[in-house]
Structures are given as C-alpha cells and as structure tokens.
C-alpha cells in the first residue's frame, strides 16, 4: 500500500507542476509534454516500486518523468539538483541552453601545483557524482585549467591531471568512464585577467561540462 501510495504522489505532483489554463474555458489541463513525462513516470515508478522499494518508485518516476518531458525537462531536473546541492559551497553552477556547466576553483580543489583532490570539494564532488549516475543519458567533459603564471610545460601537464583527477572521483562514485573524456587546456582559455591576483585565481578552475546525449 505504501509503495502505491508513494507512486500515486510522484505521479500527482508532476501532473500539478505541469498544468496549464485554457484561455478559452478557464479550466487547468494537462500539457502534452507532462502527460509524455507522465507516461514515462509511471512505468519508471512501478520498476523502481519492484526493485527498490517505495523511495525507488518516486526516485524512477521522478527522472523518468524528465525524460519524457524532453531534453530540458531532463536537464532542468539535474540542474535543480545540482544548484540545491552544492548551495553551500564555492561550486558554481551555470546553465547555458542544455548545457550544464559546474566550475570548480582552485582553492578549495587542490594545493598549489598539486593534482590531488582537497578534502574540502569531496563532498561536493560526491554530491555531484550522485546526480550525474542517476541521470546517466547526458556525456560529461571535465576541463583542467590554470593561470598565466609559469609556462607551458608546467600549466599544460598540470591541467591535465587535475581534470583526471576529477574525473577518477566521479567514477569511483559510479558515473560511467565512457560517459567522461578530460582535456587540460593549461592557460589557453582564461575566464579573467591575468594581470591581477583575483583574475588569475578565476582561471585556476576545473570545469564539469554536463550534455545531453545526443540521439
């Protein structure tokens, strides 16, 4: 009873969070796009209901339901994630069309010219790694990058593992290794200038580039 009850909720709340009013009668209906997603949501639910119990239900109709809402439907849903989840910490969480950009800066990353993980972003990073493996249809690029100071042969290599690194967590996490690729772009691609403390502190930064994939 209580795993139908918990299905029968998910299903109301995106029913709810997706009407609309017709101009003409003033009566609340159903979208197209949420009864798709809630098609989706039920079937995903009764699956997770059998196999994980009443929370795997309104877990699988929940992302479920993204999916059959479209592909903003199912970034908007990781984004909201994303954004609650890492409210309390210096990860900064953009959206630029359907794609998700999450940046990383260095100071609560890693020591200066190291590549190994600071125990301040593994939280978040945990965090991070649990949204991507539940929302598994998207591709992910994790980019290193470094400020002006030094030189190439020094920045180049250095980004490059600290995008590895990165990466090694999300999957240690269980996010797929085929769903990442890394790329170290050292001081090539600064977001700020160069000239001033600050501007060199927001170009030593991971970036997490979070994709719909493509059909």
Do not use: W
Request: aromatic residues 2%.
């Amino acid at each position: 009873m209580f795993k139908k009850v918990s299905l029968l909720a998910a299903a109301a709340a995106l029913v709810l969070s997706a009407c609309t009013i017709d101009p003409n009668t003033g009566e609340q209906k159903v979208s197209n796009t949420a009864k798709i997603g809630l098609g989706a949501a039920v079937t995903c639910g009764i699956v997770g209901a059998l196999t994980h119990g009443a929370k795997g239900a309104r877990n699988s109709a929940l992302a479920c339901g993204a999916v059959g809402a479209g592909v903003g439907g199912y970034m908007d849903y990781q984004e909201k994630l994303l954004r609650d989840k890492l409210a309390n910490t210096q990860v900064e969480v953009n959206r630029q069309g359907d794609q998700i950009q999450l940046i990383m800066p260095d100071n609560i990353t890693f020591a200066t010219n190291s590549a190994t993980l600071s125990p301040t972003v593994i939280t978040a990073l945990n965090d991070v790694a649990n949204v991507l493996a539940t929302y598994n249809e998207t591709t992910i690029t994790v980019a290193g990058h470094t400020d002006s100071t030094g030189n190439d042969s020094i920045n180049q290599p250095l980004s490059e593992r600290r995008a590895l690194s990165v990466a090694n967590h999300l999957v240690s996490r269980g996010v797929a290794s085929n769903r990442i690729r890394t790329i170290g772009y050292g001081s090539k691609s600064p977001i700020a200038s160069n000239s001033t403390a600050e501007g060199r502190a927001k170009n030593r930064r991971v970036e997490i580039l979070i994709n719909p994939q493509v059909q």
